[in-house]
């Protein structure tokens, strides 16, 4: 007769499992990695089509801008959420 499975780990019925703040860490390097990488073939795809010759290194420098800009955006958009969170629980 097969055991039922193990619910040591699993977060009791109702209640949702926290992200640990390494996996935060790794989701939100990743994002910015894979949202480098994507500006930068993005770039490197639509930039001739507007008549635009940029340099490798260029391309880094400007993905790299965007990529800064990206964070901050998205680090502010992430506090004042959280800001409307903590006054509506208030």
């Keep these: ?3 039922a499975p193990d619910r040591t780990n699993a977060p009791a019925a ?3 499992r ?3 703040r390494t996996m935060s860490l790794v989701e939100a390097v990743t994002n910015v990695v894979v949202g480098f990488l994507l ?3 993005t770039q490197i795809a639509i930039f001739p089509m507007f008549g635009l010759v940029v340099s490798v290194a260029d391309n880094l420098v400007i993905g790299g801008i965007f990529t800064a800009v990206s964070i901050l955006r998205s680090f502010a958009l992430r506090r004042v959420f ?3 969170r903590a ?4």
């Design 39 to 41: 500006a930068l073939l």
């Design 18 to 20: 926290k992200q640990s």
């Design 87 to 90: 006054r509506h629980h208030a």
């Design 1 to 3: 007769m097969p055991s």
């Design 82 to 84: 959280e800001a409307v």
């Design 14 to 16: 109702g209640t949702a």
